[in-house]
């Protein structure tokens, strides 16, 4: 036993390396720190868990109010088009006369309605509120202290708020499918060309009509985060990815600018109704998806870097 430990003692002699571990090793032992360079057992990935945020954010009033408002849209819709099936002056073209011929009609027309606007100010609200509110509570220095990687903390934040969009943009066609249903019926799919598709086969047309409005609007949730993490206002992180989807709409409208429109963020926006079509066209679905993927990718990147260097004081 005795000339074990003069071994283990004549190696360390002679190793500095060994000698620079055993000594570090007995600091940290003296001082209750692990090797993370926090007290012993703290575990970095273990703060700001996934499940304890999300449920913070779901007992949030703004949340309720958001999940009431896209659930009260399409009872709010119904009872416009029948108040205003007396009036024989009411058609607009497209599928917003066809409406009220089945529940997928009535799903399209909920979608186009509320694309222009209402989604995006879901998508600004949960990003672009991540970061902005806890400084504005003056909690962000507390979570850091904690401490919470920076990385993480962004990290984290960021999947709560894509996953409370992606259940808010879905509690909104849902709702409509159910009251088209009750209110117009299971029937067939018409097109504004005349195509008719089978229920079952709309409904399919419909999922993914949701996934490419998902994957578009990560532009606005790429846009709201870098707002968020620049402004200690919520409300400004908001407002400003808002105003940037209102401008870039109104320039979309501008046929002077004939190319161009195509590298504006919203300019394939409804590019999802083609896939209601009979024989789908993927050029502006495929077109779409790569430019709000490039668009989110790059504000996402200069999130995390302003984020990592910004200087935390609230």
């Known amino acids: 036993m005795t000339e074990h430990k003069r071994d283990d003692l004549s190696d360390v002699h002679t190793d500095p390396a060994a000698l620079d571990d ?23 990935r273990r703060t700001l868990r996934f499940g304890v945020e999300l449920r913070r954010q779901l007992g949030r009033r703004r949340t309720h109010l958001l999940l009431g408002l896209v659930a009260l849209l399409p009872i709010v819709l119904a009872v416009a088009f029948e108040i205003g099936t007396t009036n024989a002056n009411r058609r607009q073209g497209g599928f917003i006369d066809l409406a009220t011929v089945s529940a997928p009609n009535f799903v399209v027309v909920t979608l186009i309605v509320a694309g222009g606007f209402l989604l995006p100010m879901i998508v600004a609200l949960y990003f672009g509120d991540v970061i902005a509110s806890e400084a504005s509570w003056s909690s962000l220095k507390y979570l850091l202290t904690i401490p919470v990687p920076r990385h993480r903390l962004l990290r984290q934040k960021a999947l709560v708020a894509a996953a409370l969009s992606v259940l808010t943009i879905t509690v909104l066609p849902l709702t409509a499918l159910v009251v088209g249903v009750i209110c117009y ?40 985060l870098l707002l968020s993490v620049s402004t200690d206002a919520p409300l400004g992180a908001v407002g400003g990815a808002l ?24 300019h394939y926006a409804y590019a999802w109704t083609d896939l209601m079509a009979a024989e789908i066209n993927w050029t502006n679905i495929a077109n779409g998806a ?25």
């Open 185 to 224: 019926g299971a029937g067939d799919a018409i097109s504004p060309t005349g195509e008719a598709a089978p229920f079952w086969t709309a409904v399919v047309s419909l999922l993914m009509c949701i996934g490419y409005i998902v994957v578009h609007l990560a532009w606005i949730a790429g846009l709201a």
């Open 290 to 314: 790569l430019s709000a993927t490039c668009y989110a990718t790059a504000f996402c990147l200069l999130a995390g870097r302003h984020f990592a260097r910004k200087d935390i004081t609230s």
């Open 22 to 44: 055993l000594t570090s090793a007995a600091q940290r032992e003296s001082l209750g720190v692990g090797t993370s360079g926090g007290v012993a057992g703290y575990d970095p």
């Open 243 to 266: 105003v940037a989807s209102v401008v870039s709409l109104m320039l979309d409208q501008i046929t002077a600018l004939e190319d161009l429109r195509n590298f504006l963020p919203t």
